[in-house]
């Protein structure tokens, strides 16, 4: 590719020889891949290739069995947790922002307390202070004028969009999006793609994305990877995926879904 | 089942029947509710021994002159109650918390916990009552409470305490997994997620189940009264009763319970129904 802002940019994510196994069933097979300040990567696969157990072991949802993740100047390895390990988790968690298939917004909480509950509680920051930052985030996502409502009262794509402005608020250096419009209705699927591209674009966020969105994928991503069996089988730009597929395991997967 | 509108909220039993059947419905309902309640009630009164029974349960009279008494001291059970519930819903839930705490760490409060709830959910309520009632005072400890009430209290709030925490238990463990699962990606502890997230969540969800707890308590509130000396409703009717050889004031006083009992247990219906429609309306989470 010529000359994207990202391609010289510095290395901020790097996921290192990567293994997770569920009991006898290994997820991930050694898994390696660097992602640069400012880049969208867009995964993609069959379920059940370890996608998103990919995107959970890179923020410790789940404990890499064993392998490397570095994060900005944070570096954590799989296997046993100890104390120290555990705070440089959270540390690793505070820059990182997930946004998760089905939101998990926080019921109990209106719009904008979902918002600014990460810097309320885990950076201690008063109400009064976090409240115009989530007024900011809210209308970055197109939500301003829903800040008081509840979860309940919010559609699936209003939802997610509030999940999305929840992550950003603890200013992350990397977002984790995990099939973010998966369980959306299909009408509803637009209005939080083009949330993620305004935040790709316009925010120059440095983002992750399992998705099987092949049209954000061409026009968003900076790089795909092709997920199969544990391992990336394949990666490239969107172009070098779409028009020159190497493998007949991606061409197949991709003619299935397109 | 037809489809749930947000109208069967409202009282059940008369509202529910009006939309299914229509006022003839609620008509035919009403007329054969008189119906057995009249036959029900010829049937009684026309009982051998139903002039002895009449006297001695229901003498109107009797019921005048007792029941500002027992009014009065019903004023007691109720003071008993709210204080007891205080104490019980505080340490129900951090009963219930300790129980829910993760990890190796805790598993000696965990144990704890658990041993506390099996140990008070195991003992009948009243030998509760009757075993600190009468055990702690006797045993004469300087500067412990001697006064039987507290101590049937006491027992009373430990005891109810053991239910009401695995209701919160039940709330705890009903708010999915996930919600854990986002609150640690922004970087919330253990205990962060479970005081800021969890917690919240399920306390809002158990509040019908608490009510229904809260209406068994006020009626137990009678159970200090086997404790000697015990002031309240139950022992004072009691009391005239045997200084009058007549049953009216116990009736008097089970109608004060009802007084209490009957509107707090149409709230938990109406509260229910309305936290059962929220979580359909709801996408689930």
Request: aromatic residues 8%; charged residues 20%.
């Amino acid at each position: 590719m010529t000359d994207p802002a990202w391609a010289d940019g510095e290395v901020l994510l790097r996921v290192d020889d990567l293994h997770k196994s569920f009991g006898h069933l290994e997820v991930l097979k050694g898994i390696s891949m660097d992602v640069r300040t400012g880049e969208v990567v867009v995964i993609f696969g069959r379920s059940g290739s370890g996608k998103s157990t990919l995107l959970r072991c890179i923020n410790f949802l789940e404990d890499p069995t064993r392998g490397t993740i570095e994060l900005h100047g944070i570096q954590l390895t799989g296997g046993h947790r100890n104390r120290a390990k555990r705070e440089k988790i959270r540390k690793l968690r505070m820059r990182t922002g997930m946004v998760f298939q089905q939101f998990n917004l926080f019921p109990h909480l209106t719009a904008i307390q979902n918002v600014i509950e990460g810097p309320v509680t885990v950076k201690g920051v008063s109400e009064a202070e976090a409240r115009p930052l989530g007024t900011e985030l809210l209308g970055r996502v197109g939500l301003a004028d829903k800040a008081d409502e509840y979860p309940i009262r919010l559609s699936g794509g209003q939802q997610q969009r509030v999940a999305i402005a929840r992550a950003l608020a603890m200013s992350p250096d990397v977002m984790l999006f995990d099939e973010p419009t998966s369980a959306l209705d299909p009408e509803l699927i637009g209005e939080v793609l083009a949330t993620m591209r305004y935040l790709a674009t316009d925010m120059h966020m440095t983002m992750v994305v399992v998705t099987h969105e092949m049209g954000f994928a061409r026009e968003v991503a900076h790089r795909m990877v092709f997920f199969n069996e544990g391992v990336i089988l394949e990666e490239g730009t969107p172009d070098e995926i779409f028009n020159r597929t190497r493998f007949p395991e991606t061409r197949r997967f991709l003619d299935a879904v397109l | 089942m037809t489809e749930l509108e947000p109208t069967s909220r409202r009282s059940r039993l008369v509202g529910d029947l009006f939309r299914r059947e229509g006022a003839k419905g609620v008509a035919v309902a009403l007329l054969s509710t008189a119906v057995v309640l009249f036959a029900i009630g010829w049937l009684v009164v026309h009982s051998k021994n139903w002039p002895a029974v009449k006297d001695s349960f229901f003498n109107a009279q009797e019921f005048r002159d007792s029941f500002p008494d027992i009014a009065q001291k019903f004023v007691r059970n109720i003071e008993y109650f709210l204080i007891g519930e205080v104490f019980i819903l505080s340490l129900a839930l951090f009963l219930a918390v300790l129980r829910s705490l993760p990890g190796p760490v805790f598993f000696p409060l965990r144990a704890l916990a658990i041993t506390y709830v099996d140990l008070f959910r195991g003992i009948p309520t009243i030998l509760v009552i009757y075993i600190l009632g009468f055990g702690v005072p006797s045993l004469g400890l300087r500067g412990v409470p001697v006064s039987a009430t507290f101590w049937g209290l006491v027992g009373l709030v430990l005891s109810y305490s053991a239910y009401v925490s695995e209701v919160y238990r039940a709330g705890i463990e009903s708010v999915h997994p996930s919600q854990v699962g986002s609150a640690r990606s922004l970087g919330l502890t253990r205990l962060q997620a479970l005081r800021f997230v969890i917690v919240p969540q399920a306390v809002r969800r158990v509040i019908p189940p608490l009510l229904n707890d809260f209406v068994a308590l006020q009626k137990d509130t009678a159970l200090v009264a086997f404790v000697v000396a015990v002031p309240e409703a139950f022992k004072e009717a009691q009391i005239i009763q045997n200084a009058d050889f007549n049953f009216t004031p116990l009736v008097a006083a089970a109608l004060l319970f009802l007084l209490i009992t009957v509107p707090l247990t149409r709230l938990v219906d109406w509260l229910s129904a309305r936290e059962r429609g929220r979580r359909q309306g709801g996408a689930v989470l």
